[in-house]
DNA sequence: TGACATTCATAGGCAAAGCTCATGAATTAA
DNA sequence: TTAATTCATGAGCTTTGCCTATGAATGTCA
């Protein structure tokens, strides 16, 4: 056998209390119990601890020498149960996670607050990636999960939408906009507009759904980032065409979202997970939020409704 | 219960290899009992450390953390244990005595060479004390014994003679004086002297047992120190009334001791220890060292044997 | 000094922990 | 599909660990 920490929870009980009794007391066993730890700890160690008679309990020079290390061995093992309970407990510990530059724009935002409140001491590494990236970063660094507009299956993935934008057309708050409840496709043809350019995924998937129904979009201007077409629509250029999640409200208060319908497009955001592997406390924590925040959001649900009205 | 090392071995064993299986071999135990030592440490801890599957065992972010601390501890329990083996076999630690100068003086040094030949690792704290003060001090400070010229009963305390020296006069190796067995009391007064101080135990042991007798000594010179007594009998002032165990050889080799008869006087060389108290094992084999080569000193039996001569 | 109280050690007995063996389930490799 | 590997689980046995009771030693107080 080896050397236990009960053994060493005796022994420094004894040492300090130089009473086995008193000792024994404390650690909640009776006086045998203890009595025989510290014998089972002399002989493991083969040096003795204390000089005892039924008087006095007296400490060796060489339990001087060990009380130190059980010491910190016990301090060691407390700190390590400590820590692990409070991250079983997300009250420490860190998230790591991607996020596609659309999903972190306007939805993100939002969630890290909500969490950030709820646990203040988890550290938070959200790293910006490029959609396409998401998957295979996710395999290799030790990001836990990944939010983005992801659809499909991968191999060793589980992928979980957690809400749908509707692809919409924002402007500025007009009467005349405002008034509309939705707007067609065909409508914006008569706009000024403002899209994603054609290598961008949003893009391609509007132009391929378009396509199929011998339509096509003509934007008046094209843009790479998604804040400089907003920005753009801010100063009255014309509509931005973007999923409504990508609207940050308290960025752009001016500028309000219409669903676009005929027909009626949506881009999920998605939770991507490595199989098998358990998200931290932490990372649960911070996913629960995120569902939580999302399931908030206006989903396609009234979308359609409005379009068949 | 509560954590134990037990598991934390088998931790550190799986997160090492990534396999449960190989951990065991490696710990010596079947498999069904490494998982469940691992099983227990997670519901210990409260936090999932291994996402196994039957094909692999992936570590969590929690099981990165506790490596760390487990592997410290079980680095410390292992330096715990060796370090006592080391204490245990006198490989390694400190000795701790007080000597009474005359003790130190001649006799220690021989034995002090012997000991660091056998234990080199030993770190020796000899301290020099006034011979009344040894018991005194024993009590009080972390000396572990005392060796000197004391006699006698006291409380808490075992007295073990080592040797004796035989009270002797000693002078520079003249053929005159070398061929002499013994010299009497009586045959002193004759010749010029050098005695300790009235005060001093030697001093007063010597005049009150030749006042018994109704004899007294009137030596012709009277210091403080043993060394000064040595050295001027070295310059041929007289000879210095000593116990023979306080000549050494090496450092006075014009000198020799003969014992001093009618009626032959000793003194004691004790060991003393604190009653209860276990030494040190390091100290153990100091003493046993201590106890061989005084051994080996000629003993008070030769001295009687000459004088009945 | 003698009765008492306190403290440590030890023995017996029992409950629980810990291990092994056997088996099952999942997954990869051939 | 079969075989092989690996982890989990259950049954059963051994060992450990603890408690109660008791004994021995020692200090305390009358």
Redesign the interface.
């Known amino acids: 056998m080896?050397?236990?920490?009960?053994q060493l929870r005796a022994f420094t009980g004894v040492y300090r209390t130089r009473s086995i009794t008193r000792a024994a007391r404390a650690l909640g066993i009776t006086q045998s119990a203890a009595s025989l730890l510290i014998q089972q700890l002399e002989a493991?160690?083969?040096?003795?601890l204390f000089?005892r008679?039924t008087r006095?309990v007296?400490p060796?020079?060489?339990a001087d020498?060990?009380f130190h290390?059980?010491e910190?061995?016990l301090s060691?093992?407390q700190?390590?149960?400590r820590?692990?309970?409070d991250?079983?407990q997300a009250r420490a510990?860190?998230v790591a996670f991607l996020a596609s530059a659309g999903a972190a724009s306007a939805l993100l935002p939002l969630v890290l607050a909500k969490f950030r409140a709820s646990h203040p001491d988890i550290e938070i590494d959200m790293r910006d990636v490029a959609a396409d990236d998401l998957v295979p970063r996710l395999s290799t660094t030790?990001a836990?999960f990944a939010i983005g507009s992801v659809e499909g299956e991968f191999a060793d993935m589980t992928v979980e939408t957690l809400t749908r934008g509707r692809l919409s057309a924002i402007g500025r708050r007009t009467a005349d906009f405002a008034a509309r409840r939705a707007l067609t496709w065909d409508e914006l043809a008569q706009l000024p507009t403002i899209a994603m350019r054609r290598e961008s995924r949003i893009r391609m998937q509007i132009d391929q759904a378009l396509s199929a129904q011998g339509k096509r979009l003509d934007p008046t201007y094209e843009v790479m980032l998604i804040n400089t077409a907003l920005a753009m629509t801010a100063q009255g250029l014309g509509l931005a065409i973007l999923p409504a999640t990508m609207l940050p409200a308290d960025q752009f208060p001016t500028l309000i979202a219409r669903p676009l319908v005929r027909p009626a497009l949506t881009r999920p955001v998605s939770l991507l997970q490595r199989q098998?592997?358990?998200l931290?406390?932490a990372a649960q924590a911070f996913v629960a939020t995120a569902r939580a925040v999302l399931a908030q959001q206006p989903g396609p649900g009234t979308a359609r409704a409005i379009a068949q009205k």
Do not use: F, Y
Not at 2 to 6: D, G
Not at 44 to 48: I, N, S, W
């Open positions: 080896n050397v236990t920490l009960r493991q160690l083969g040096v003795k000089d008679s006095s007296q060796t020079l060489a020498e060990a290390a059980a910190r061995m060691d093992a700190g390590l149960s820590r692990m309970r991250l079983a510990g860190r030790d836990e098998g592997r358990t931290s406390p």
